[in-house]
């Protein structure tokens, strides 16, 4: 293995990382609230194509940003509304986000485009590219320069941003008074209530962080990862944050693990083909492919630990008086 | 009769005509009372008397439909939970409102948090609330998650979380529900402590001996009502035992005295029953039983003492922790016991004290709430394979049994939920009793039901146990007990406290079981 | 206490799901306005497409038929109490079990024994694959939800993996199994029909599995309703209590409820594969779990209320094929814009406009009364 490799695993992973990370904070604010999210994957999609479309028609990045972000806002408080206010079904209302965004996206693609669902491409000015650019390639024979440059400093700013944000959910979690609220919120919401707090504003309180990350998520797919929306482009990665959520037991810094972990198989995965690994023979593309799905399922099974959920999640508060 | 207590003039908390109605139900009715400024007084009465409605209304919960509160000698309208907090309120519920996750500071500081950012904030409330554990000897460790903490200290807590908040009058609901005897000894002394520091202390409950011990006055509360406000020292255990059960429509006893076969064989034999509930608290300590062929045994006591459990345990529903039983000639151990199915195959049949939870499904027409536990009968097999139910059947079937029981109306198709709750009661009579048991397992079997519909049941339950049924009554309606049974078991805290045939049973002896502690034999000098 | 809504039943089953519908359409018919076409035009075109034809009809038949075999899965889970949202790796294993038997056995058997094989083999498959997310839920309390959306992306894997390296035949580009024996092939009505002497009858991919999805609606309202195991199966959806109080294990009716399910989304394979493609695949499921889901909260869990919902998106997928051939702008992907929509209406939001019908009610029980 040398320094190039290393290097270029280091970048990618961090670089796949990183809608994983927006994701899971995101369906992590939900979630310690009480609220179940499967719709992370339709939140991520449609704020891609917002991104992708607010910046190609406006030619501004800010715009595209903001785009994504209210997109995403939207969608959480709709979420939000039938489940929150109206005691709807939570994974119903997620996976209804999750349909409408996959249809929705492509028809008013198509419609303001005309390229089939795709959003032009946006020109390299207006993405977002790595803060440092002397470090975009690994140099052989250099180990610094390669891993720690190109590996660590080559991103551009979301990528940091999303590390950042970790930290910024956890000390939000543990350090202030709306964070605690919203923990309690989530396992025992008849007791903030007693307490004189309003369920309903954390929950929707919870729900607008979980939009704002969902729409950085989308922003990263068009703005930094692509140039351009292409149909269903979130493949399945809102899930991965799930399953990479629920790995890491509802915790910021477990489940930043966890998606560094997955995105380290992700970017493993491509590299692996077609190499034969000693005893074992050739990996199959889609075990690495199935490896954070099946690791989840083992998690829930109980046999890796044990995954305790909220106590509150899932069920609707109804004042019981 | 109000208590005066020296040096205060206004009670801390008056009542006056307190009303409330939850659509057909009057939970409180006309309800006055004065609690003394500085003294400990309970509230106590039966499930369904009131207590827990008034004290939500007091604490702002609800709304009362009429009368009027004040506090420390001030009128006081009280909206909601943060209104009654001001007014210097506290309330301790019964399901304890803590998040497990969180530290005990943190539980207390939630709602209250001095600042946005908590480093700072947690400071300033762990310095207040360590002087405050000072002042008041209630200790509990503050940075321990509160799952872990043991029940006592999590009672501990939640009176903190009032005091935290300067509570002055503290509401208490059953605290002693879950402690163990030794926790309970912690808590009155703590209470003792808040009282001589100037605090208020409503005390509701329904274990009477920790009303003696404890309280300086008490008011007892029945149907809605308030039956008595008295000083301690002018009542005792029975007389409040007496003043609870109290006197409702008398149904007497009928038909000629019923002779129990005392030489035949036990239809149901239990030995030793032992079961902790979840939180570790015992609710059988220890109980022994027989019913024999063609007797009505009846389970007497406050309820919360274990008979739930003893039903339960007896029809399969849950495995007790230790203890045997006998049943249509098989044994049972604790590590195998009896499940729902078997037990109807030996021909025990099971009305449930929650008829909503357990007696039927409330979603489903009431053809299909009338064969529950009996779907798998051979008799309504059908084509093909037998894996089919002979639907013609079960509908003629359950026609049948609301001809005979008058359940109206007299449609099998109609949804459970439709029914009135003395109808659906006689549904599920029907369908127990239409399979001929041996053994019939009954709780509270007239709760919420009309007057008529209570004689029918009863006729129907006298009418088995002439055909040589065994029929066990838990039921907390003393008068239902006193007119049916042959034999009456009183249960207090898990134990059976005595046994009397029904010609020695008079109200004060079974309120006096009522409050007794310990095994039958050990109150007769009996080793245990 | 809450007070209870008061809406009677002919309004809680009839008015307020067709009123989310008409909402759902509504909004759908704002987003036609707004991508620049008429949703008149639109409407109009979609039902002459669907059924305008005979060739239109035949094809909304064979998309309804796959739709009636994954409600009819999501149905049964519902009333045991649990939501399957693993139906498009159920239907994906489904195919999976039809092929390797049809490619295994197809030269050697003739159709009357190799078809009963093969929806035999396309059901146990789709259970195999339910059946460990359910045992999952009963015995070790893993959501059900989440192991089922994990399954769904293992199954694409897995299938995915047998086809690129076992099914492929050798020096073939293209990701799919060989061919099956004709005796493999579902019989297609059209096909039926010419042999009787309809030369006219006009060509689509609808074949025999539609008896057996309505076969399977008359089996699954049986089971459901007139068989002691569904009335089991009912009672622990219902009031898991009660049912504990009856002598029916929880357990095992989940399990039981999950394996039924998936045996029925795994019927999707035999219209797909067997019916259709010839051939496995790589993506012939193509959502139809999660119509599946749509279908099932549309038609309020029932048969008959399936088959009509599974019309109804049959109609919204075939006119929708057409519509796109006439208005730009309109694809596929409108069809499952509506489709997200219904769910949205009919599912989550279903009860946010129940209180407003309830004092409509009430409202209007007063002035017939007061």
Request: charge should be neutral.
């Given at each position: 293995m040398d320094e190039l490799m290393i290097a270029s695993v280091l970048a990618s992973t961090l670089r796949v990382s990183t809608p994983l990370l927006f994701c899971a904070m995101a369906g992590l604010l939900s979630e310690r609230s009480g609220v179940v999210d499967i719709g992370l994957e339709g939140k991520m999609l449609f704020a891609a194509f917002a991104a992708a479309a607010a910046t190609a028609a406006t030619h501004s990045t800010a715009l595209g940003l903001l785009a994504a972000i209210a997109v995403a806002c939207v969608l959480s408080l709709l979420h939000g509304f039938a489940?929150?206010?109206?005691?709807?079904?939570q994974v119903v209302s997620g996976v209804a986000i999750n349909m409408v965004a996959a249809g929705l996206t492509v028809v008013l693609g198509t419609a303001w485009f005309a390229q089939g669902g795709h959003t032009p491409t946006i020109d390299d000015s207006l993405r977002l590219s790595g803060l440092w650019p002397q470090f975009s390639e690994p140099v052989a024979g250099h180990w610094a320069a390669s891993v720690l440059g190109h590996g660590l400093l080559s991103h551009n700013a979301l990528v940091y941003l999303a590390f950042a944000l970790v930290g910024g959910v956890s000390f939000f979690l543990s350090r202030t008074r709306p964070g605690l609220r919203l923990r309690a919120v989530g396992e025992n919401p008849a007791m903030v209530d007693a307490a004189g707090v309003s369920v309903l504003r954390l929950r929707y309180m919870a729900l607008l962080g979980n939009g704002l990350l969902c729409g950085l998520a989308g922003a990263y797919l068009t703005l930094a990862q692509n140039a351009s929306f292409t149909p269903n482009m979130s493949a399945g990665r809102g899930f991965i944050a799930l399953a990479a959520l629920i790995f890491g037991k509802w915790k910021p810094l477990p489940a930043l693990w966890a998606c560094l972990l997955f995105g380290f198989l992700d970017a493993v995965s491509i590299r692996l083909q077609g190499v034969s690994l000693p005893g074992v023979g050739e990996v199959p593309v889609q075990l690495i492919q199935a490896l954070p799905y099946a690791l989840t399922v083992l998690l829930l099974a109980g046999f890796v630990g044990q995954a305790l959920a909220p106590k509150a999640l899932g069920q609707p508060y109804v004042k019981e008086r | 009769m109000t208590a005066s207590s020296s040096g205060t003039n206004s009670p801390a908390v008056r009542l006056r005509r307190i009303s409330k109605r939850f659509g057909a139900v009057q939970a409180n009715r006309e309800v006055s009372f004065d609690v003394a400024a500085g003294s400990v007084h309970g509230i106590v009465g039966e499930n369904g008397a009131g207590k827990s409605t008034l004290m939500s209304i007091l604490y702002g919960y609800y709304h009362a439909d009429a009368g009027e509160i004040e506090v420390m000698g001030q009128p006081a309208r009280i909206a909601n939970a943060q209104q009654a907090m001001a007014l210097g309120l506290g309330m301790v519920h019964q399901h304890f409102?803590?998040?497990?996750?969180?530290s005990a500071l943190d539980n207390v500081m939630l709602g209250a948090e001095p600042g946005f950012f908590l480093t700072r904030a947690k400071q300033r409330v762990r310095e207040r609330l360590e002087a405050l554990m000072q002042q008041t000897g209630l200790h509990v460790r503050l940075d321990a998650e509160v799952g872990s903490l043991p029940v006592g200290e999590m009672q501990r807590l939640e009176i903190l979380k009032t005091l935290y908040r300067g509570a002055r009058i503290l509401i208490l609901d059953e605290p002693t529900a879950v402690l163990t005897p030794q926790e309970t000894e912690q808590l009155f002394g703590t209470l003792r402590g808040l009282k001589a520091q100037g605090c208020t202390i409503l005390l509701i409950t329904h274990k009477l001996k920790e009303v003696m011990a404890l309280c300086d006055a008490v008011t007892v509360m029945r149907a809605g009502q308030v039956v008595q406000t008295t000083?301690?020292?002018?009542?005792s255990e029975a007389a409040l035992a007496e003043a609870m059960v109290g006197r409702k429509v008398s149904l007497g006893r009928t038909g000629a005295e019923h002779k129990t076969d005392a030489a035949a064989a036990p239809l149901l034999e239990a030995r030793g029953l032992r079961l902790r509930n979840r939180l570790g608290v015992p609710a059988l300590a220890g109980v022994d039983l027989r019913l024999l062929p063609g007797e009505i045994v009846g389970v007497a006591g406050v309820s919360g003492n274990g008979q739930s459990e003893l039903l339960e345990v007896l029809a399969g529903m849950r495995a007790p922790d230790q203890g045997r039983l006998s049943l249509g000639g098989r044994e049972f151990e604790a590590g195998a016991w009896l499940d729902p199915a078997l037990a109807r195959a030996l021909r025990l049949a099971h009305v449930p004290e929650d008829r909503h939870l357990h007696g039927m499904v409330l979603n489903f027409p009431a053809w299909e709430s009338a064969v529950l536990g009996y779907q798998d009968l051979d008799v309504y097999r059908a084509a093909p394979l037998g894996l089919g139910l002979k639907q013609g059947l079960m509908r003629e079937q359950t026609a049948g049994m609301m001809e005979r029981f008058d359940v109206r109306p007299r449609q099998p198709e109609l949804r459970s939920s439709k029914f009135s709750g003395g109808n659906q009661q006689k549904l599920i009579m029907a369908r127990e009793l239409a399979q001929a048991p041996r053994v019939l397992l009954v709780g509270q079997p007239t709760r919420g039901v009309d007057i008529g519909a209570i004689e029918f049941i009863h006729a129907q339950l006298r009418g088995l146990r002439d055909a040589g049924c065994a029929v066990l009554l838990v039921s907390s309606e003393l008068d239902e007990i006193l007119a049916l049974a042959d034999r009456v078991l009183v249960m207090n805290a898990g134990h059976v406290t005595g046994e009397l045939p029904i010609a020695e049973c008079t109200e004060t002896r079974l309120g006096l079981l009522m409050a007794a502690q310990g095994r039958a034999q050990e109150q007769e000098g009996h080793p245990a | 206490m809450s007070q209870p809504l008061a809406l009677p039943r002919w309004m809680d089953l009839g008015l307020l799901p067709a009123w989310n519908l008409l909402v759902a359409i509504a909004v759908s018919g704002l987003v036609v306005l707004a991508i620049g076409a008429s949703p008149a035009q639109v409407f109009w075109a979609l039902l002459q497409g669907a059924l305008g034809s005979g060739r239109g009809l035949g094809y909304t038949l064979y998309y309804a038929t796959t739709f009636i075999f994954s409600g009819l899965a999501v149905a049964v889970a519902i009333h045991a109490g649990l939501f399957n949202i693993g139906g498009e790796g159920q239907a994906s294993l489904g195919g999976l079990g039809a092929a390797l038997v049809s490619l295994w056995l197809g030269h050697s058997l003739p159709a009357v024994l190799m078809l009963p094989l093969a929806v035999l083999a396309a059901a146990l498959f789709g259970m195999a694959w339910a059946v460990v997310p359910g045992y999952l839920q009963a015995w070790r309390g893993s959501h059900v939800v989440i192991t089922t959306i994990m399954f769904n992306f293992l199954a694409a894997s897995l299938n995915s993996y047998l086809l690129v390296n076992?099914?492929?035949?050798?020096?073939?580009?293209?990701v799919e199994s060989a061919e099956f024996a004709d005796s493999a092939r579902m019989p297609a009505l059209h096909q039926l029909m010419q042999s009787w002497g309809f030369e006219d009858w006009p060509s689509s991919p609808l074949n025999l599995s539609l008896l057996l999805a309505l076969l399977a609606c008359v089996a699954v309202y049986w089971f459901l309703w007139k068989s002691s195991a569904g009335y089991a199966l009912r009672a622990v959806g219902a009031n898991p209590q009660a049912a504990h109080y009856a002598g029916i294990r929880p357990r095992w009716q989940i399990l039981l409820a999950m394996g039924l399910s998936g045996a029925l989304a795994g019927l999707v394979g035999v219209n797909e594969i067997s019916g259709v493609q010839g051939k496995l695949t790589l993506d012939f499921v193509a959502g139809a779990g999660f119509t599946g889901i749509a279908v099932s909260l549309m038609g309020r869990n029932h048969p008959l209320g399936i088959v009509l919902a599974s019309l109804l998106f049959g109609v919204l997928y075939q006119g929708g094929v057409e519509v796109s051939f006439d208005v730009p702008?309109?694809?596929?992907d409108m069809v499952v814009t509506v489709q997200g929509l219904i769910v949205l209406f009919a599912g989550a939001m279903a009860m946010v406009s129940a209180p407003a019908f309830a004092r409509l009610y009430a409202w209007t029980q007063e002035r017939r009364h007061g």
């Amino acid at each position: 293995m040398d320094e190039l490799m290393i290097a270029s695993v280091l970048a990618s992973t961090l670089r796949v990382s990183t809608p994983l990370l927006f994701c899971a904070m995101a369906g992590l604010l939900s979630e310690r609230s009480g609220v179940v999210d499967i719709g992370l994957e339709g939140k991520m999609l449609f704020a891609a194509f917002a991104a992708a479309a607010a910046t190609a028609a406006t030619h501004s990045t800010a715009l595209g940003l903001l785009a994504a972000i209210a997109v995403a806002c939207v969608l959480s408080l709709l979420h939000g509304f039938a489940c929150v206010s109206h005691q709807g079904d939570q994974v119903v209302s997620g996976v209804a986000i999750n349909m409408v965004a996959a249809g929705l996206t492509v028809v008013l693609g198509t419609a303001w485009f005309a390229q089939g669902g795709h959003t032009p491409t946006i020109d390299d000015s207006l993405r977002l590219s790595g803060l440092w650019p002397q470090f975009s390639e690994p140099v052989a024979g250099h180990w610094a320069a390669s891993v720690l440059g190109h590996g660590l400093l080559s991103h551009n700013a979301l990528v940091y941003l999303a590390f950042a944000l970790v930290g910024g959910v956890s000390f939000f979690l543990s350090r202030t008074r709306p964070g605690l609220r919203l923990r309690a919120v989530g396992e025992n919401p008849a007791m903030v209530d007693a307490a004189g707090v309003s369920v309903l504003r954390l929950r929707y309180m919870a729900l607008l962080g979980n939009g704002l990350l969902c729409g950085l998520a989308g922003a990263y797919l068009t703005l930094a990862q692509n140039a351009s929306f292409t149909p269903n482009m979130s493949a399945g990665r809102g899930f991965i944050a799930l399953a990479a959520l629920i790995f890491g037991k509802w915790k910021p810094l477990p489940a930043l693990w966890a998606c560094l972990l997955f995105g380290f198989l992700d970017a493993v995965s491509i590299r692996l083909q077609g190499v034969s690994l000693p005893g074992v023979g050739e990996v199959p593309v889609q075990l690495i492919q199935a490896l954070p799905y099946a690791l989840t399922v083992l998690l829930l099974a109980g046999f890796v630990g044990q995954a305790l959920a909220p106590k509150a999640l899932g069920q609707p508060y109804v004042k019981e008086r | 009769m109000t208590a005066s207590s020296s040096g205060t003039n206004s009670p801390a908390v008056r009542l006056r005509r307190i009303s409330k109605r939850f659509g057909a139900v009057q939970a409180n009715r006309e309800v006055s009372f004065d609690v003394a400024a500085g003294s400990v007084h309970g509230i106590v009465g039966e499930n369904g008397a009131g207590k827990s409605t008034l004290m939500s209304i007091l604490y702002g919960y609800y709304h009362a439909d009429a009368g009027e509160i004040e506090v420390m000698g001030q009128p006081a309208r009280i909206a909601n939970a943060q209104q009654a907090m001001a007014l210097g309120l506290g309330m301790v519920h019964q399901h304890f409102m803590l998040v497990d996750s969180l530290s005990a500071l943190d539980n207390v500081m939630l709602g209250a948090e001095p600042g946005f950012f908590l480093t700072r904030a947690k400071q300033r409330v762990r310095e207040r609330l360590e002087a405050l554990m000072q002042q008041t000897g209630l200790h509990v460790r503050l940075d321990a998650e509160v799952g872990s903490l043991p029940v006592g200290e999590m009672q501990r807590l939640e009176i903190l979380k009032t005091l935290y908040r300067g509570a002055r009058i503290l509401i208490l609901d059953e605290p002693t529900a879950v402690l163990t005897p030794q926790e309970t000894e912690q808590l009155f002394g703590t209470l003792r402590g808040l009282k001589a520091q100037g605090c208020t202390i409503l005390l509701i409950t329904h274990k009477l001996k920790e009303v003696m011990a404890l309280c300086d006055a008490v008011t007892v509360m029945r149907a809605g009502q308030v039956v008595q406000t008295t000083p301690i020292a002018e009542t005792s255990e029975a007389a409040l035992a007496e003043a609870m059960v109290g006197r409702k429509v008398s149904l007497g006893r009928t038909g000629a005295e019923h002779k129990t076969d005392a030489a035949a064989a036990p239809l149901l034999e239990a030995r030793g029953l032992r079961l902790r509930n979840r939180l570790g608290v015992p609710a059988l300590a220890g109980v022994d039983l027989r019913l024999l062929p063609g007797e009505i045994v009846g389970v007497a006591g406050v309820s919360g003492n274990g008979q739930s459990e003893l039903l339960e345990v007896l029809a399969g529903m849950r495995a007790p922790d230790q203890g045997r039983l006998s049943l249509g000639g098989r044994e049972f151990e604790a590590g195998a016991w009896l499940d729902p199915a078997l037990a109807r195959a030996l021909r025990l049949a099971h009305v449930p004290e929650d008829r909503h939870l357990h007696g039927m499904v409330l979603n489903f027409p009431a053809w299909e709430s009338a064969v529950l536990g009996y779907q798998d009968l051979d008799v309504y097999r059908a084509a093909p394979l037998g894996l089919g139910l002979k639907q013609g059947l079960m509908r003629e079937q359950t026609a049948g049994m609301m001809e005979r029981f008058d359940v109206r109306p007299r449609q099998p198709e109609l949804r459970s939920s439709k029914f009135s709750g003395g109808n659906q009661q006689k549904l599920i009579m029907a369908r127990e009793l239409a399979q001929a048991p041996r053994v019939l397992l009954v709780g509270q079997p007239t709760r919420g039901v009309d007057i008529g519909a209570i004689e029918f049941i009863h006729a129907q339950l006298r009418g088995l146990r002439d055909a040589g049924c065994a029929v066990l009554l838990v039921s907390s309606e003393l008068d239902e007990i006193l007119a049916l049974a042959d034999r009456v078991l009183v249960m207090n805290a898990g134990h059976v406290t005595g046994e009397l045939p029904i010609a020695e049973c008079t109200e004060t002896r079974l309120g006096l079981l009522m409050a007794a502690q310990g095994r039958a034999q050990e109150q007769e000098g009996h080793p245990a | 206490m809450s007070q209870p809504l008061a809406l009677p039943r002919w309004m809680d089953l009839g008015l307020l799901p067709a009123w989310n519908l008409l909402v759902a359409i509504a909004v759908s018919g704002l987003v036609v306005l707004a991508i620049g076409a008429s949703p008149a035009q639109v409407f109009w075109a979609l039902l002459q497409g669907a059924l305008g034809s005979g060739r239109g009809l035949g094809y909304t038949l064979y998309y309804a038929t796959t739709f009636i075999f994954s409600g009819l899965a999501v149905a049964v889970a519902i009333h045991a109490g649990l939501f399957n949202i693993g139906g498009e790796g159920q239907a994906s294993l489904g195919g999976l079990g039809a092929a390797l038997v049809s490619l295994w056995l197809g030269h050697s058997l003739p159709a009357v024994l190799m078809l009963p094989l093969a929806v035999l083999a396309a059901a146990l498959f789709g259970m195999a694959w339910a059946v460990v997310p359910g045992y999952l839920q009963a015995w070790r309390g893993s959501h059900v939800v989440i192991t089922t959306i994990m399954f769904n992306f293992l199954a694409a894997s897995l299938n995915s993996y047998l086809l690129v390296n076992w099914l492929r035949p050798a020096g073939s580009m293209s990701v799919e199994s060989a061919e099956f024996a004709d005796s493999a092939r579902m019989p297609a009505l059209h096909q039926l029909m010419q042999s009787w002497g309809f030369e006219d009858w006009p060509s689509s991919p609808l074949n025999l599995s539609l008896l057996l999805a309505l076969l399977a609606c008359v089996a699954v309202y049986w089971f459901l309703w007139k068989s002691s195991a569904g009335y089991a199966l009912r009672a622990v959806g219902a009031n898991p209590q009660a049912a504990h109080y009856a002598g029916i294990r929880p357990r095992w009716q989940i399990l039981l409820a999950m394996g039924l399910s998936g045996a029925l989304a795994g019927l999707v394979g035999v219209n797909e594969i067997s019916g259709v493609q010839g051939k496995l695949t790589l993506d012939f499921v193509a959502g139809a779990g999660f119509t599946g889901i749509a279908v099932s909260l549309m038609g309020r869990n029932h048969p008959l209320g399936i088959v009509l919902a599974s019309l109804l998106f049959g109609v919204l997928y075939q006119g929708g094929v057409e519509v796109s051939f006439d208005v730009p702008g309109f694809s596929r992907d409108m069809v499952v814009t509506v489709q997200g929509l219904i769910v949205l209406f009919a599912g989550a939001m279903a009860m946010v406009s129940a209180p407003a019908f309830a004092r409509l009610y009430a409202w209007t029980q007063e002035r017939r009364h007061g």
